[in-house]
């Protein structure tokens, strides 16, 4: 697939078929995609990769614990969003409660759409990303951005849909728990990866994005 083709094919799948994904496959994937640049070449990622059994506790782990109402670990300085970004979160979400048929006084049904992430839109895979925490935390978080992607756009090569989902570490002694991810390590993200059911109505979204104008600056002349 041509690389503009798989940029602009790429959306988030959250909605995945059974069948599980072949271990040569999530390896190839994930041989490719570790060309993925990162500062002075520090390749600043450890890669987990979580499957069958060991996947499906960890998806009841992060259930459980979110039901308990435990307070997001992850981040737990983050502010909600504001402005143009909390609107394009809403839109976001109007558009995925839409297509699920979700209405929005609907509490439980909203949270049920919530704890898909939490599962991993139970996908037959996921990856964790993390990384060693006495790394400096931007230049690392940039890498595992541009891995990332670079896994997304490649897992299009192979059929394969994938969701870059922060729902997943969210509770990262959970992550720890099931699938041994030491201390040191801090899990950055999650991504799910499968084959993507297409009767899944919220693998329908068109994700939007603001014109270009309104996000460049030009200086200088060409
Ligand atoms: C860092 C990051 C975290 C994300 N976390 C979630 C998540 O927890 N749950 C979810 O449904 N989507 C998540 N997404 C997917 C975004 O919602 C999605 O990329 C965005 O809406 C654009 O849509 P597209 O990926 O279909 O182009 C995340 C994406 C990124 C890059």
Known sequence: MDVVEAIRTRKSIR???????PEETLREILEIAIRAPSGMNTQPWEITVVTGKTLDDLRQGNIETLMSGAANQAAPGRRAFEGKYRQRQVDLAVQLFTLMGIDREDREKRALWMQRGFRFFDAPAAFILSVEKSLGESMAAFAIGALAQTICLTALNYGLGTCIADQGIIFPEVVRKFTGIPESQQPV????????????????????????????TWCGST
């Open 15 to 21: 909605g995945y078929k059974p069948d599980p994904v």
């Open 189 to 216: 993200i999650s991504i799910a990866i499968g084959y993507p059911d297409w009767d899944f109505p919220a693998n329908k979204v068109e994700s939007t994005r603001d014109p270009l104008e309104n996000v460049v």
